[in-house]
């Protein structure tokens, strides 16, 4: 943060869509002008706005605040990789993921005061055919929720809009043929859903692997290879912790870049957001963005 008796230009970015995001605008405002700083505000529409706006106004600024969801951190990935700028996370979305990889507080101001706080991680960061994620990047039965989950339910049902919309997908679901290929070797797979991991949680609370970690410089991907859609609900809570991969009808591993082909192009959600096809190729870029965030060990005593 800035030096003392110096005045630090803070580029705030607000999604004006998200269920508490206005609200939170007024409230993070207030308590960074107490501290001297000074936030320039951008409500954004679209989030194809806000790396463009974080790019043209970095000049000078000293950290990037983000009031919003997964939704929103993804947007301003590319501006934060390419300007260097730390982040500030202001958790007011529906699943707010990547705060709950850093052991952020989901308290509006508990959050600002991490920030203000000063200390700073860095993280990996993935990479799909060039649209970057912070979370998780997947295929099958998470962007087809991604695809069916309007953004006016969010905003009405918060995380019970997620259960709803899943309810839906499973309802009609069906396995598809893919093939995964890691270090040269090309395996087959019969799959409902295929998910790669940069950091832990996604999907408003799940974890991708237990032991992942957003700073190990690391992909975690599994394969969800069951022949009947409703023995999803006996691993419900493994697919919690983390520990879904000691079940014999999912296929885990761990690289550093994954390759997944299919019959038919698919589509590919990464972050919540639906943003290419098959073929994909996926890669991690390890400490690509500073974060402000307790350390590791202080975010597991919490």
Known sequence: ????????????VINRHSRSGEKA??????????????????SSNSPTEVSPWIEANAAGAEAVVV????????????????TGLPLGILPTGTANDLAR????????????????????REIDIGEVNGHLFFNVASLG?????????SRDAKRRFGRLSYALIAIKVLM??????????????????????????????????????????IDDSHLDLYSLELGRVWKLALMLKDFRLGRHGLWREV??????SFEIRART?????????LVTFTPARFSVRPKAVRVFAPSRLDALEG
């Open 101 to 120: 990889t850093l052991g952020l507080p989901l308290n509006l101001e508990a959050a600002v005061d991490v920030i203000l706080a000063g200390e700073q």
């Open 141 to 149: 039965l998470s962007a087809d929720l991604a695809r069916d989950l």
């Open 172 to 213: 009609k679901a069906r396995p598809f043929r893919a093939a995964i290929v890691a270090s040269g070797r090309a395996v087959r797979v019969k799959t409902l859903q295929i998910a790669v991991g940069n950091g832990r949680y996604y999907g408003g609370g799940l974890a991708v692997e237990h032991t992942a970690e």
């Open 251 to 256: 296929r885990a591993a761990r690289g550093t």
């Open 1 to 12: 943060m800035p030096r003392a008796g110096r005045i630090g230009r803070i580029l705030l």
């Open 25 to 42: 605008g007024h409230v993070v405002v207030s308590r960074l002008k107490a501290r001297g700083l000074e936030p320039v505000v951008f």
């Open 67 to 82: 009031a919003g969801g997964d939704g929103s951190l993804n947007a301003a990935a590319a501006a934060l990789v390419k």
């Open 265 to 273: 192009p698919r589509p590919i959600n990464a972050d919540g957001e």
